[in-house]
């Protein structure tokens, strides 16, 4: 099975729905302005809690990068023998997300979208808690 990761990603601790610290697979990317969080897909922490989750996970990553939640694209990445891209949309109130959606990313969009971001962006860490410059 093809696992591989199409970037470097890292390892960042956040609190799942329940309060529970978790490890989450991420990447934080710039571009345009705009920031983009690809979240993995993984044995630790699979698709069905990241969905779970995606309010609260959403929530702490914009305090973590301190920028409005309008800002921010949200994307889950499951690898695996044809990996799978969903772009996560939530309905903002303030800075509390709610209603989260996981919809799959179409061909177009991941050519259009995904792949110059991947490609062009700029990327951000996230571990210590602040967003930072990768070099």
Known sequence: MNTQIPFEAESVQLQNRL????????????R?????????????????QLTNSAEHLAYQLTQRLEVPPEKVDFIQFQPGEEPEWFRWSFQW???????????PMSSVSCETFLMPLLAEGRMVSLLGGRASEVA
């Open 32 to 48: 345009d302005g705009r920031y983009s969080v690809i979240l993995v897909a993984s044995n630790e922490f699979p698709a069905r």
């Open 19 to 30: 309060g529970r610290l978790v490890a989450v697979t991420l990447r934080c990317f710039v």
């Open 93 to 103: 109130v303030g800075t509390s997300p709610l209603q989260g959606k996981s919809l």
